[in-house]
Nanobody
Framework: QVQVAESGGGLVQPEGSLRLSCVLSEFTFDEYYGMAWFRQAPGKEREGVAG???????RYADSVKGRFTISKDKAKNTLYLQMNSLKPEDRAMYYC???????????????????WGQGTQVTVSS
C-alpha cells in the first residue's frame, strides 16, 4: 500500500527559503506517473502549486514561477519542493500527491491523484 509522508514545513521570514520533502513508500518509480504539490490556505480552496511527471516535465502555478522548484529523486523515492523568496501569501498547508499515468495539464488537477499525504504547514511571517 502506497504511503505518502511530507516533511520540511515550518515558520520562515518573508524572503526566506524552505525545502519540502515527500517520501513515497511502495510507489513504483519505474511506471509512468505524475507527482505534485498542492496547498490550501485558511478559508481557501486547495490549489496546485507544482507538478512533475516521470519524463521530468513540470508545471507551476503562475504565483510561484521563478520562486519554487519541483524535483524528484528516484533512488530515494522522494519528491521535493524548493521554495525561495517566500511571501506571506505562501502560507498554507502543503500536500504531496502522486498517481500513475498523470501528465501534462493533468498534473495540476487534484482529482487525478489517488495517493495523498497528510500535509506539512508552511507559515511565512516576520
Amino acid at each position: 500500500q502506497v504511503q505518502v509522508a511530507e516533511s520540511g514545513g515550518g515558520l520562515v521570514q518573508p524572503e526566506g527559503s524552505l525545502r519540502l520533502s515527500c517520501v513515497l513508500s511502495e510507489f513504483t518509480f519505474d511506471e509512468y506517473y505524475g507527482m505534485a504539490w498542492f496547498r490550501q490556505a485558511p478559508g481557501k480552496e486547495r490549489e496546485g502549486v507544482a507538478g512533475i511527471d516521470s519524463d521530468g516535465q513540470n508545471r507551476y502555478a503562475d504565483s510561484v514561477k521563478g520562486r519554487f522548484t519541483i524535483s524528484k529523486d528516484k533512488a530515494k523515492n522522494t519528491l521535493y519542493l524548493q521554495m525561495n523568496s517566500l511571501k506571506p501569501e505562501d502560507r498554507a498547508m502543503y500536500y504531496c500527491a502522486a498517481d500513475y499515468y498523470v501528465c501534462g495539464s493533468s498534473l495540476s488537477h487534484e482529482v487525478e491523484y489517488k495517493y495523498w499525504g497528510q500535509g506539512t504547514q508552511v507559515t511565512v511571517s516576520s
